[in-house]
């Protein structure tokens, strides 16, 4: 087996068409499909575990998790479908239980779902049979199953009663039952007339309330299985009918308007339930006091900001969605593969806004990825997919960098190694684009249609795109077709460049193999075998030998035309290669989905390691150029990253030392923009800093008469509470005389009462003590007479057992004189009875041969009779099951009557309660009398410490006036500079201005300098040309020196060509002196520039360095400011004190009146 190992890493993606596809497990991780797998994301740490699919299965098709969050089901389609349990708890998603319909022939089960207590599961399988199972799922015991619809009424949505473990529901088209398990079955315990109603989802609000969403928007709430109401979605109250006109109201969907689209997605939470309304959009509904709901707010999905079509996002159905455990956070699921979420306590906070949702992790691609590449200089990941999209991904941070939404289908893509540019192919063009901050912007478009597959080279100075059976390479850098390289006679289907650039390998549908000189465009080598179409190809970590998989599911290696290994078949084919660079490993991805690990040097035999990845066929798979992460993509829209670690769990060692870069592209106009920005928001602070300060001027002057009223009114108190003070002293002065005298004559009293009780007891003891002797001797008599008796009765004993000893024995002797009379008979009958038996068996035989004959007589007539029975039992069972439906329909209205008389009696303890209650005050208010005897002696000490406090108050606040004053002096006076300050800086910003706009004009001048040279130098050039040919034709004329006609005429033809130039060349001396000129005064005026430059240069530092003070200062004078204020806090907690103390002295103040006027009245009391 190969020694390296890929484990799953990361993956975006999710797989649509799964009932129930998103799970919280808790407040921050999320449970959904991706490709062949389950995924547990994090979203705070960003990170993923991974919990595979099984090796047979056809494709997943429902989730359910547990009430206690801790158990995962999972169902999956096959020829014999299966549901399985994962525990969440562990680390890896261990799998604890297979569940299966037992001898029931299953093909897939369309929902699944959790009992509250968690150990029981009920799935319901698909058509034609709808049956539905209850397990015993740690047992993996089926305890009943039921038939819920007919093969026209696909059901949707079961649910347990999460208050009941034993009651479910189960919704569908034209469906909506309630079942009871009891006695080993499921029985129906409702029965509402819904045939024409099409439910899509349902929750369970109550014990006995459940509220179902309908194709045609309409909410409607079921208790007890029959339908009472219906909720309104426009209007925000609940349109509710009396039972009489929902009894006889015949339920129909069909003429009705559509004025709401379907309602496919329902959950229930503490405050009420939300559901989804149409496309992209949810509605929360809250409880209202009467038992009903309202609509509170809608939630959108927003419109895609890099998609051209407005409404693609926006028109997104929500399959399903849950609520985390906390109910912070809300999560949906599109058909188009999407994961949003919102944060409910930000729903309760912004009630005037318009709330959207926002990506769970990224955005994904929705159809088939037909396009993956790399580059070396940045950890970036190009796809393209037939949902019109390109995502950019950054492999590292595991985040989506980029994302453009086009018009066409996007076939292939290919990434610059710098990674700043990228390539697509389009049906009708190939488009080359730059990868700006926060764009992909096209920048030249080539004729190539259909392009398939393009990839760029390694070096990057030259790309390859095919077109049908041709490849054209370009180069880069001046964008022209060098080579068309034709040799294919079908479609091309995979290429790969070579370390060097040197090479290009390509293979095609009609079963060839070229590799391919990039500098001559010639085939060096061919492997041509037509019974396989090839669909991807790849060069050896040497590029000695080429990798190629194709339709005849083998894994074949190329060197010089000739296969040299071959990995046998198996029974999926292989769509995708991929090599690592270390050489060690061959990854190929098959039409199934799976991964294979293959070790190279390839084996002879069957030896790799498969690992689950996607649900559909791989396009496309990449090895990073530092070894350490495999990407692949399929059919199912999924992009997964693999790390390629070894046995021991480390990365693998890359010869390489990839370094990756930060450049990011921008354009001058997206420069432009932001400082514009940038200035206008420093503007903007400019204003709200001017702002704020004349506010906090005025509060300022609001708390000065603030402070003032505040301290008139606490010296008028203190004074009012002096008056009150002195009075409550007199007050006390006189009732401690009176308790005084009211003590001295309670002890007088209580020596009384002691003298008379103690006299009363000591007469007492005297006759109890005379008792006591008089039962002593009465005992001990009583104690002399018990042992005589106990004597007397053991001699008396002693005498019987002597004589039943002698009777005994004689009765022995008798007996066995018996037993020996009574053998010689038995064996005297003993012969006799073995005489009697062989008579008797004769008998019997007889007898039995007649009794035979009359009971098979007797079989043929009850045969008959059965037959007739059977056909009466059938008739009897049908009124059976129609007394039982009468029967359930009582015990319904009997639970209801049990339900009035259980309200009845909890009116009732509520009364009682009431009465208990009332008597508990009657008996505090007489304790309190008590208690405020004791308040009296606290509120004298209490009256002690406030004089202390009062004094120290006083002391305080004179204080605190005296601190107060000079610091707002000082903050006038810093004020003041600060607006100094600002003038100055907007002198400077002036001075700047002018600068710049100096600096604008001469770059101008230069520029058309600039402009003037060039038109020279062309004209030197021209000159230049001129006198090679004069050159070239004399030359020529030498040839003719011997012939003197031809000489002459060359003379003459020399003469007409040149002759008109002589006066260019006299020109070309006048040239040279204006050239001369021009010169000087290009040094001149760059002389003059470099100056201005310098100028500048020492402005901007000085600049800077004014700049610089001034925010120093103005730190200084901040920190200044807040110190400040801190202060002025400070001093308004004292204020709140001051005001605190002073109320509880004005409550303190009618308790002691009140304490003192009951006081006279105990003393009435006590006398």
Same mark, same amino acid.
């Given at each position: 087996m190969a020694t390296v190992v890929a484990q799953a890493h990361f993956v975006f993606g999710l797989r649509a068409g799964v009932a129930n596809n998103v799970c919280f497990v808790d407040e921050q991780t999320v449970v959904f499909p991706s490709g062949n797998n389950c995924v547990c994301y994090n979203t705070i740490q960003r990170c993923q575990r991974f919990i595979p699919g099984s090796e047979k299965s056809m494709g997943m098709r429902a989730l359910a998790i547990s009430a206690n969050r801790r158990y995962l089901a999972v169902s999956e389609c096959g020829e014999k479908a299966t549901i399985t349990v994962f525990d969440?708890?562990?680390?890896?998603?261990?799998?604890?239980?297979?569940?299966?319909?037992?001898?029931?022939?299953?093909?897939?089960?369309?929902?699944?779902?959790?009992?509250?207590?968690?150990?029981?599961?009920?799935?319901?399988?698909?058509?034609?049979?709808?049956?539905?199972?209850?397990?015993?799922?740690?047992?993996?015991?089926?305890?009943?199953?039921?038939?819920?619809?007919?093969?026209?009424?696909?059901?949707?949505?079961?649910?347990?009663?999460?208050?009941?473990?034993?009651?479910?529901?189960?919704?569908?088209?034209?469906?909506?039952?309630? $079942?009871?398990? +009891?006695?080993? &079955?499921?029985? @129906? =315990?409702?029965?509402?007339k819904v045939e024409t109603i099409n439910f899509l989802c349902h929750t369970w609000m109550t014990e006995e309330q459940v509220i179902a969403g309908t194709d045609t928007g309409r909410l409607l709430v079921f208790e007890s299985g029959d339908l009472r109401r219906e909720i309104s979605i426009n209007s925000k109250t609940v349109q509710e009918q009396p039972l009489r006109q929902v009894e006889t109201r015949k339920i129909t969907d069909v003429?009705?308007? $559509?004025?709401? +689209?379907?309602? &496919?997605?329902? @959950? =229930?939470?503490?405050?009420?339930?939300?559901?989804?309304?149409?496309?992209?959009?949810?509605?929360?509904?809250?409880?209202?006091?009467?038992?009903?709901?309202?609509?509170?707010?809608?939630?959108?999905?927003?419109?895609?900001?890099?998609?051209?079509?407005?409404?693609?996002?926006?028109c997104q159905d929500i399959d399903t969605m849950c609520i985390s455990p906390a109910e912070e956070t809300l999560a949906i699921s599109t058909d188009q593969g999407q994961l949003y979420s919102v944060n409910l306590s930000s729903v309760d906070m912004h009630r005037e806004e318009k709330l959207h949702f926002e990506f769970l992790s990224q955005s994904f691609h929705s159809k088939c990825i037909t396009g993956l590449s790399i580059c070396i200089r940045k950890p970036f990941v190009a796809t393209c997919s037939l949902d019109h999209s390109i995502r950019i991904w950054n492999y590292e941070t595991k985040a989506l960098e980029l994302y453009k939404q086009f018009q066409e289908e996007a076939y292939s893509v290919a990434l610059h190694p710098t990674g700043l540019f990228i390539l697509v192919g389009f049906s009708d063009k190939l488009s080359l684009m730059n990868l700006v901050i926060d764009d992909i912007r096209t920048f030249k478009d080539f004729t190539v249609r259909g392009c398939r597959e393009c990839a760029f080279s390694h070096g990057g100075h030259m790309f390859a795109a095919v077109n049908g059976n041709v490849i054209h390479i370009y180069s880069f850098t001046a964008f022209e077709n060098i080579l068309n390289l034709k040799a294919h006679n079908g479609k091309v289907r995979g290429i790969?460049?070579?370390?060097?650039?040197?090479?290009?390998?390509?293979?095609?549908?009609?079963?060839?193999?070229?590799?391919?000189?990039?500098?001559?465009?010639?085939?060096?080598?061919?492997?041509?075998?037509?019974?396989?179409?090839?669909?991807?190809?790849?060069?050896?970590?040497?590029?000695?030998?080429?990798?190629?998989?194709?339709?005849?599911?083998?894994?074949?290696?190329?060197?010089?035309?000739?296969?040299?290994?071959?990995?046998?078949?198996?029974?999926?084919?292989?769509t995708a290669v991929a090599v690592s660079h270390s050489g060690r490993v061959v990854f190929s991805g098959t039409s199934s989905g799976t991964i294979r690990a293959i070790k190279y040097p390839l084996p002879i035999q069957k030896e790799w390691i498969m690992y689950q990845a996607h649900c559909g066929p791989i396009t496309k798979m990449l090895v990073t150029f530092d070894d350490q992460f495999l990407l692949t993509v399929s059919e199912d829209g999924c992009l997964i990253m693999w790390r390629i670690i070894d046995k021991e769990g480390r990365g693998l060692k890359s010869n390489r030392q990839i370094v990756h870069s930060e450049e990011i592209l921008v354009t001058k106009s997206d420069l432009e923009d932001k400082a514009r920005n940038m200035l206008e928001l420093k503007m903007h602070l400019e204003e709200l800093q001017m702002e704020n300060e004349y506010q906090l001027r005025l509060k300022d002057m609001n708390y000065n008469e603030k402070l003032k009223e505040i301290s008139d009114k606490f010296t008028q108190q203190i004074e009012s509470l002096k008056t009150t003070q002195q009075a409550m002293k007199v007050e006390m002065e006189k009732q401690e005389l009176e308790h005084r005298e009211s003590f001295a004559e309670v002890t007088v009293k209580h020596a009384k009462e002691l003298k008379d009780l103690e006299l009363s007891y000591s007469q007492k003891l005297i006759t109890e003590h005379e008792r006591y002797q008089e039962i002593q001797q009465k005992y001990q008599q009583m104690q002399e007479d018990h042992e005589k008796q106990l004597k007397s009765n053991e001699e008396s004993r002693i005498q019987a057992l002597e004589e039943l000893r002698q009777h005994c024995e004689a009765k022995l002797q008798e007996k066995i004189q018996l037993l020996a009379q009574c053998q010689e008979d038995a064996q005297q009958q003993i012969c006799e009875y073995k005489e009697i038996i062989k008579q008797v068996e004769e008998d019997e035989e007889r007898k039995i041969h007649d009794i035979q004959i009359k009971y098979e007589k007797k079989l043929h007539t009850e045969k008959e009779a059965n037959t007739n029975l059977k056909g009466e039992t059938g008739i009897m069972t049908q009124k059976f099951y129609t007394l039982q439906r009468q029967i359930e329909e009582r015990g319904t209205d009997i639970n209801k009557l049990k339900q009035e008389r259980q309200r009845l009696l909890g009116l009732i303890r509520s009364l009682e309660s009431d009465i208990e209650d009332l008597k508990r005050q009657i008996a505090g208010h007489e304790k309190t009398n008590q208690d405020k005897d004791n308040t009296i002696a606290s509120l004298k000490k209490k009256n002690q410490e406030l004089e202390k406090l009062r004094f120290v108050l006083d002391f305080q606040f004179n204080e605190l006036k005296k601190q107060t004053e000079p610091q707002q002096d000082e903050i006038t006076e810093k004020r003041k500079k600060i607006n100094q300050l600002e003038e100055e800086l907007v002198q400077i910003d002036k001075s700047n201005t002018q600068l710049k706009l100096s600096v604008s004009e001469l770059r101008h001048r230069l520029k058309t300098r600039e402009k003037d040279m060039y038109k020279e130098m062309q004209k030197v050039k021209d000159l230049e040309t001129h006198l090679q040919r004069l050159k070239s034709d004399l030359h020529n004329c030498v040839g003719f020196i011997q012939d003197p006609r031809k000489l002459k005429d060359s003379v003459q033809i020399i003469y007409a060509r040149y002759v008109t130039q002589t006066n260019g060349l006299e020109k070309s001396s006048l040239a040279e002196d204006i050239q001369r000129v021009f010169c000087r005064q290009r040094d001149h005026l760059e002389r003059t520039v470099n100056a201005l430059k310098m100028r500048l240069a020492k402005s901007a530092e000085e600049h800077d360095k004014v700049y610089i003070k001034i925010m120093k200062?103005?730190?200084?004078?901040?920190?200044?400011?807040?110190?400040?204020?801190?202060?002025?806090?400070?001093?308004?907690?004292?204020?709140?004190?001051?005001?605190?103390?002073?109320?509880?002295?004005?409550?303190?103040?009618?308790?002691?009146?009140?304490?003192?006027?009951?006081e006279p009245n105990t003393k009435m009391l006590i006398n």
């Open positions: 969440l708890q562990h680390e890896q998603g261990r799998k604890r239980k297979v569940l299966t319909a037992g001898e029931i022939l299953v093909q897939e089960f369309v929902c699944m779902a959790f009992s509250p207590d968690s150990k029981y599961l009920i799935g319901q399988t698909g058509g034609p049979d709808w049956m539905l199972i209850f397990w015993l799922w740690e047992k993996q015991k089926v305890l009943a199953s039921v038939k819920t619809s007919n093969s026209n009424n696909p059901i949707t949505q079961v649910s347990f009663n999460p208050y009941n473990n034993m009651q479910l529901c189960v919704s569908g088209t034209g469906v909506f039952k309630l $079942f009871r398990y +009891s006695e080993g &079955t499921l029985k @129906q =315990s409702s029965f509402a003429g009705e308007p $559509f004025t709401v +689209s379907h309602i &496919t997605a329902i @959950q =229930s939470f503490s405050k009420g339930f939300v559901c989804s309304v149409g496309p992209g959009t949810v509605c929360l509904f809250e409880k209202t006091d009467d038992d009903g709901y309202r609509k509170s707010r809608e939630i959108q999905i927003p419109s895609d900001p890099y998609s051209n079509e407005v409404t693609l996002a926006e790969d460049w070579s370390l060097d650039d040197s090479h290009l390998v390509s293979c095609g549908m009609d079963g060839a193999v070229y590799t391919w000189n990039t500098q001559t465009g010639k085939r060096e080598s061919e492997s041509v075998l037509k019974s396989c179409s090839y669909t991807g190809v790849a060069f050896s970590s040497d590029c000695k030998t080429i990798l190629a998989v194709g339709s005849d599911r083998t894994l074949k290696e190329i060197q010089d035309g000739q296969v040299l290994r071959e990995v046998p078949a198996d029974e999926v084919a292989h200062e103005n730190v200084t004078l901040i920190t200044e400011i807040n110190e400040l204020r801190k202060e002025l806090r400070s001093a308004k907690t004292q204020v709140k004190d001051y005001k605190t103390q002073m109320a509880t002295m004005k409550k303190s103040q009618p308790n002691s009146e009140e304490g003192l006027k009951k």
